[in-house]
Each structure stands twice: as structure tokens, then as C-alpha cells.
């Protein structure tokens, strides 16, 4: 990702960080808590888990009821 892109603005970097330090805290956790724990909108939250999910920075699991997981992948 390059400085032109629409994701790479001040706002997101901070967003993605926070995420990134509440994964590396709690190891895992689902999408709604990782909203609460950064204290930001679920669905700006899930947009950036899935591109951060699509480039390999996290791990994405379903439980046995679809509950979606995030973890570090460190």
C-alpha cells in the first residue's frame, strides 16, 4: 500500500494500529469487540479487519456458530 491510497490516511494508520494493539493484548477476539475495545464504529472496524485479513496481517476463524475471530498472526 503506497501514500496515494485512500486507505493510508491518518485516521486509518491510527485505526489499524489501535486494532493491531488490541489483537496483540487479548490474542483473539471477535469483530464487536474489537470495535469496543478501540472505541470506534463496528462497520469502519470490519472494512479494515477484512483488508487487514486480505493482506495476511491477521487470522480470521468462524466458530461452529459463524461467529467470526481475529487473531495476531505473529
Known amino acids: 500500500m503506497d501514500d496515494s491510497s485512500p ?3 491518518d485516521d486509518r494508520i491510527q485505526l489499524r494500529g489501535a486494532i493491531v494493539s488490541a489483537l496483540v493484548d487479548h490474542r483473539a477476539l ?3 469487540d474489537v470495535a469496543s475495545v ?3 464504529d463496528t462497520e469502519i472496524v470490519q472494512e479494515q479487519l477484512h483488508l487487514m485479513a486480505n493482506t ?3 487470522e480470521q476463524r468462524k ?3 459463524q461467529d ?3 487473531s495476531w498472526k505473529s
Open 30 to 32: 471477535s469483530t464487536d
Open 7 to 9: 486507505d493510508f490516511t
Open 56 to 58: 495476511g496481517q491477521i
Open 63 to 65: 466458530t461452529d456458530n
Open 68 to 70: 467470526v475471530w481475529l
Open 38 to 40: 478501540v472505541e470506534a
